[in-house]
């Protein structure tokens, strides 16, 4: 099956640029998503076909893909981003759905 | 507003079995494939299962033969029936929907419902 690596953590201060990835073989032939998801809380979509924002989503959370890395990147981080993020691909060989591993981003 | 809530968790014993009912309000659950995806106590999303507009079907490897989804469109509701349910089924389980077209990503989700398999 298939597997997307996320690191496990990434640290960064408030008005920094945080960038998050997510592996994969020949991901940049799929399609990437991303999910936001705060302690207590169901995921959100952040981002859609590996660059696309969903309405209400800021324009700081930006995404790109290509090759085996996918990245998501939240430009001007506030406090209120730390969360954790996961990635995730339609696997068309088994009609399945595949979920990174996750980051889990601290605001220092 | 869309709402997608989740019912029927709870505690179960190892081997027993369990039917999720996923009611969805201001959003029509036939046209969509639907899917639950679940969250082990602190661990990440796993997908479970996949529910097409036409009623195909697929599911995790780790589910695979143990659990069933459906649908009802006459109530607008999705559900997931789960047998033989171990201790490592265990988790929050989400209700969500999809995008109408590949690459397929979750739009909607639910609130969640605990399941704790445990003797």
């Known amino acids: 099956s298939y597997v997307l690596t996320q690191p496990p953590s990434v640290s960064v201060a408030p008005g920094k640029t945080a960038r998050i990835t997510c592996g994969g073989d020949?991901?940049?032939?799929?399609?990437v998503h991303w999910y936001q998801q705060k302690p207590g809380q169901a995921p959100v979509l952040v981002i859609y076909?590996?660059?696309d924002r969903p309405s209400g989503i800021p324009e700081r959370f930006s995404g790109s893909n290509s090759g085996n890395t996918a990245t998501l990147t939240i430009s001007r981080v506030e406090a209120g981003d730390e969360a954790d993020y996961y990635c995730?691909?339609?696997?068309?060989?088994?009609?399945?759905?595949?979920f990174g591993t996750g980051t889990k981003v601290t605001v220092l | 507003e869309v709402q997608l809530v989740e019912s029927g968790g709870g505690l179960i014993q190892p081997g027993g079995s369990l039917r999720l009912s996923c009611a969805a309000s201001g959003f029509t659950v036939s046209p969509n494939s639907m899917s639950w995806v679940r969250q082990a106590p602190r661990r990440g999303l796993e997908w479970v299962s996949v529910i097409y507009r036409g009623g195909t079907a697929y599911y995790a490897d780790s589910v695979k033969g143990r659990f069933t989804i459906s649908r009802d469109n006459s109530k607008n509701t999705l559900y997931l029936h789960m047998n033989s349910l171990r201790a490592d089924d265990t988790a929050v389980y989400y209700c969500?929907?999809?995008?109408?077209?590949?690459?397929?990503?979750?739009?909607?989700w639910g609130l969640g419902t605990l399941i704790t398999v445990s003797s």
């Open positions: 969500v929907s999809e995008s109408f077209n590949p690459p397929y990503y979750f739009d909607y």
């Open positions: 995730q691909v339609w696997d068309s060989s088994g009609d399945h759905r595949v």
């Open positions: 076909f590996d660059s």
């Open positions: 020949n991901i940049g032939s799929a399609g």
